[in-house]
């Protein structure tokens, strides 16, 4: 079972979004990409979308500025129903996102602390919401890798942020 993280995260690595930053950590199911005005730790679903379709991904945001500081957002596999819940587990935790389409957001900073928090505890992730046909989807996470990503791109956000990098 220890192939599906690696092979998760080298999925990730390898894609057009990593390209399109440095990244400056990479291990289990999670990357750490710094874009410049954005640092952020990167997950694909487990759930390998078909061709033409769009992947499932989530992740954690900071920025030197600190406007967004441990911002949880999500790219649903599906757009969402209008109206409907979008939910976010991990573990046993459910945390209820904001959504628009096909994008979720956490609600703010204690929301963002309490997922870090439980990214920490490991267990399992996964994004839950009912499609516009009004039917359930489930977007799957691994949490192997998660807090080294998410401190990574934390640091390497503060360090620009307090100068020490350009």
């Not at 999670?30 to 379709?53: N, T, Y």
């Not at 406007?67 to 957002?73: A, L, P, V």
């Not at 935790?93 to 963002?112: I, M």
């Not at 920490?120 to 839950?128: F, K, L, N, P, T």
């Amino acid at each position: 079972m220890k192939a599906l993280p690696i092979f998760v995260a080298l999925a990730f690595v390898g894609s057009a979004a990593a390209a399109r930053g440095a990244v400056i950590y990479a291990g289990g199911g999670w990357a750490a990409i710094d874009r410049g005005a954005v640092c952020e730790a990167l997950s694909r679903s487990a759930k390998v979308a078909p061709k033409g379709k769009v992947q499932a991904s989530a992740g954690v945001a900071f920025t030197p500025d600190h406007r967004r500081w441990g911002e949880f957002h999500a790219q649903l596999s599906r757009v969402s129903r209008l109206g409907s819940s979008v939910i976010l587990h991990i573990s046993d935790q459910p945390f209820l996102l904001v959504a628009r389409g096909d994008q979720a957001w956490s609600r703010g900073g204690g929301q963002e602390q309490a997922i870090i928090a439980a990214a920490r505890g490991g267990g399992h992730m996964s994004v839950e919401a009912r499609d516009q046909a009004g039917v359930r989807f489930f977007d799957p996470y691994v949490l192997e890798g998660a807090p080294t990503a998410i401190d990574a791109a934390a640091a390497r956000c503060a360090l620009r942020g307090a100068g020490k990098m350009p």
